[in-house]
Nanobody, 125 residues
Framework: EVQLVESGGGLVQAGGSLRLSCAASGFIFDDYVIGWFRQAPGKEREGVSCISSRDGYTYYADSVKGRFTISSDNAKNTVYLQMSSLNPEDTAVYYC??????????????????WGQGTQVTVSS
């Protein structure tokens, strides 16, 4: 059974940091692109970042570039999203997802096959 389990969300003040984790199981982790998406109330889902260990690339949305860092621990089948300089506009439910398509990015959410349940991130002003 494929599972993606997010953790690490919470409440943080503006300017603070959080690290999200996405623990994967049930598929060959190294063969998949793992991405992070977020959705705020009343807004469309937004692709935030993704990483491909197999092909050695990362991608960041402009809205988080320079503030967020994605990384992967293949031994633990876990992807992390280190978020810094958080602001209230980062408040959302954050989801991780997995795509079997090489060179997929979070600009195309429909390419992602498996999704986690999400973790809430709230940034207070």
């Amino acid at each position: 059974e494929v599972q993606l389990v997010e953790s690490g969300g919470g409440l943080v003040q503006a300017g603070g940091s959080l690290r999200l984790s996405c623990a994967a199981s049930g598929f060959i982790f190294d063969d998949y692109v793992i991405g992070w998406f977020r959705q705020a109330p009343g807004k469309e889902r937004e692709g935030v970042s993704c990483i491909s260990s197999r092909d050695g690339y990362t991608y960041y949305a402009d809205s988080v570039k320079g503030r967020f860092t994605i990384s992967s621990d293949n031994a633990k089948n876990t992807v992390y999203l280190q978020m810094s300089s958080l602001n209230p506009e980062d408040t959302a439910v954050y989801y991780c997802a997995a795509s079997a398509l090489r060179f997929a990015t979070v600009r195309a959410a429909h390419l992602f096959d498996y999704w986690g349940q999400g973790t809430q991130v709230t940034v207070s002003s």
